[in-house]
């Protein structure tokens, strides 16, 4: 019969590992009676299956990339010491992503990895979308009077280097009794299509038509005790009213035909 021993190693690429077969015999001396061939033979270190698994993660826009950038974990043996470091694709805007996260292995023992069938397949970097309002500031004009130009201002919490700025306009009207009338800022940007790694806020504002001021003057007039009243009863004119509203007057007084009650 026989007992076997190896020569000592546990690794792939140290292999194969020479088995030796030690014979003995129940009957003394028996293996003197024999011209013995006994090569022994190999024993091999076969690769061992392990994966490691990459977790995805994500940041808002315009912030800095984690760090670390990711986590992981893998089933290798803990002896082998083996951990990641992680990189990423270059790229910084959420219709871009997801960027693939590359996990690159070590070990603490030198050439552990080579013993093993590494699956590692990376994970996903994703660039969410940021929270940003655009404040658009209220404005009014005095009736009759143009619209400001600009008709309004307003200022926003994005990115300074995605040049965000808006232009605005309003609803059609100019009546105090109409307004306030919505005003809507439209957002651009410098960098193109830099809008949409944002949720924007964007709530316009109000414009109003303030009540111009306006003074009709009308004219003192008077007639002689016993004769008709004058037709028109007298005259005036208005300042500060909008030409284009054709304001004028009808005048009436209080009864009355005597000197002594009067002024009427």
């Known amino acids: 019969s026989a007992s076997y021993s190896r020569a000592a190693g546990e690794t792939v690429a140290g292999g194969p590992y020479h088995i030796t077969a030690t014979l003995s015999a129940t009957v003394v001396g028996a293996l003197d009676n024999y011209m013995i061939n006994n090569a022994g033979a190999n ?10 698994t990459t977790n995805n993660n994500s940041k808002v826009y315009g912030n800095t990339d984690p760090n670390p950038l990711t986590t992981g974990s893998g089933d290798f043996l803990a002896g082998d010491g083996v951990s990641a470091s992680y990189s990423r694709a270059p790229g910084d ?19 552990a990895l080579d013993n093993y069938n590494v699956t590692n397949n990376g994970a996903d970097f994703s660039i969410n979308k940021r929270s940003a309002t655009w404040t658009t500031i209220n404005n009014s004009k ?11 201002t ?3 919490d994005f990115l300074a280097a995605d040049g965000v700025s808006a232009t605005y306009s309003r609803a059609a009207g ?6 306030p009338y919505h005003i809507t800022a439209t957002l651009s940007t410098t960098v193109v299509g830099a809008l949409d790694n944002y949720n ?40 500060g009213f909008v030409a284009g ?8 007084r209080a009864a009355g035909e005597t000197v002594a009650g009067g002024p009427y």
């Open 245 to 252: 509203d054709g304001i004028s007057a009808t005048y009436s």
């Open 93 to 111: 805007t959420v219709a871009g992503g997801p960027y693939h996260i590359t996990a690159t292995l070590s070990a603490a023992v030198s050439g």
């Open 200 to 239: 924007v806020t964007n709530d316009g504002a109000s414009f109003s038509i303030e009540k111009r001021s306006a003074t009709w003057t009308t004219n003192n007039n008077s007639k002689t005790y016993g004769d008709a009243d004058p037709t028109p009863l007298t005259s005036g004119s208005g300042s």
């Open 142 to 152: 005095t009736y009759g009077d143009s619209d400001p130009a600009p008709l309004t």
């Open 154 to 156: 307003g200022s926003g």
């Open 43 to 52: 024993f091999s270190i076969t690769k061992r299956n392990a994966t490691w």
């Open 174 to 179: 100019d009546t105090v009794a109409g307004g």
